[in-house]
Each structure stands twice: as C-alpha cells, then as structure tokens.
C-alpha cells in the first residue's frame, strides 16, 4: 500500500510542519475541546472492522483512535513529528495497532486507491494547496469508498479567533495563501472535491469549555502551534497585547461556570464515484 519512495514534506510545506509541531504532546488537549465533533465526524463515517482507514492530518491520533476502537486497520499521516510521537505512544498505550507516517497531504505517500475511506478532522483544510489536498483525497480512496471531513465554517468563532491572531501576524506574501476557512463553505468543498466524490453536508456546532477565558489562553497557548508559535514570537509587549486580546475573546462567552464557546463546524461525507 505505501508507496516504495515516500515523498518527504515539501519545501514549502517546512515551516507548516514545525509549527504544528510546536505543541507537542499538549496539543491533546485541544482536541479534547473538540473530541464531540470528532466524534460526529467518525459516527457519519461509520468506519467497519476490517476497513483501510487514512486519518489525514491525525495530530495527536485521537480521531485515528476512535477508529481503530471500531475495529478498522488505521493509517494516520501528519507533516508535524513533533504530534506523532504523542499519537504513537497513546495508541501503544490503548493496545491500537496504528500506523503512523510523517507525510505530506499534498503528496501522500500511499498508491491509488489504497483506502476503503479517509478521514480528516479539521486537518486538511489547513494544506497550503488546498487543490492539490483535495485530488490526493479522491486518489487514495478506491471506487465507492469514503471520505469524512469536519470543517470549521468561513465565519464562525473559530474564525473569529484567526482573526484575533492574525492582528499580531506578519503581512504574509503575496498573493496571500488561501484561507483555510474556506473549506467551510458549501461551493467551495464542492469545487474540490465535487468531481470526485458525491457530496453531503451537515452542519454541527463544538461546545469549548473552560473554568475561565485564562484558561483557554493556557491550553491555546501551550498546546495549539500557530498559538504558540506565535506568541513566542512576540516582543513581550506584544505578547501581552495578544494574550489580552485572545482572553477578552473567550471572555464573550461567560457561563455560571466558566466559558463555553460555540464553534460551527461543517461535516462532509463524500461517496468516490
């Protein structure tokens, strides 16, 4: 099934991958903030034992695991090293025989058709070539196979909180990159992955929650890369500024116990023609 000359992370793919490599084992902890969408995701699958399943962008391997729990053979590939040694010890920890692969999404080291399904949670849509992304997905599945993809939509909080980072990012280079948010819109999945797969969408909200909006800093800056990575990036006054900005964000969502933030997401499930 793999592919005997794996293609390594691409030039442009480099700095992506340390990035997201930046929260290390903590990143975890963010996708416990989103374990209910993931959930959603892998239930619409509906992965069967026996099944090749690909998690694509698996980070720490959670959606890989809740996979594997269902009896499927699981492959997870992500550009980030520094997520898969978490993801390799918790599945050896669960007894999960996963394998796991440093790979590029945009190039995956995998022969046509070798998947019954591929999942992505919140993972692909971050590829710096989104088409690119979308024609390995439709490559790697076979025939009536399956691909599950969680999306966070082009408006919602979580974009609302890119948008409170971004105020601290360096202009990028032009053109700018595509956003990844825009894999949250129904034309726009459709334009990628359209031709391929026969589409439907479902829209789901993810409740995060903390004891405080402190908190959330915490764990986004402990644990998220492009968090992390950038506010250690920052003069101090800057870092405070952004750490401000990023409490006073979460702080719009009070609850008599602490803060709960809704984030919008979309679930596609596409059929391979």
Known sequence: ??????????????????????????YDLISHGISDALEHCVQRLAP???????????????TSRLVARRG?????????AGLLETARARATAEGLPIAYHLGDAEALPFEDASFDAVIS?????????PEAAAAELARVVRPGGRVALTTWTHDGNIFRMFQVMKAFMAPPAAPAPPSP????????????????????LEPGTSFYREPSAEAAWQTFSTGYGPTRMLANGLAEERRAALHADFVRFHA????????TVPRDYLVTLGVRR
């Open 72 to 80: 499927a053979q699981v492959d997870g590939v992500d550009i980030a």
């Open 1 to 26: 099934m793999e592919r005997t000359a794996p293609t390594p992370i691409q030039p442009h793919n480099t700095r992506p991958a340390a990035v997201w490599s930046a929260g290390g084992a903590d």
């Open 252 to 259: 719009e969502f009070p609850t008599p116990l602490g803060v």
């Open 48 to 62: 069967r034992p026996g099944e090749r399943v690909l998690d694509l962008a698996t980070g720490t391997g959670w």
């Open 121 to 129: 949670t919140f993972g692909v849509m971050f590829a710096s070539r």
């Open 181 to 200: 948010f825009e894999w949250g819109r129904p034309g726009r999945l459709e334009e990628l992955l359209g031709g391929a797969f026969t589409l439907t």
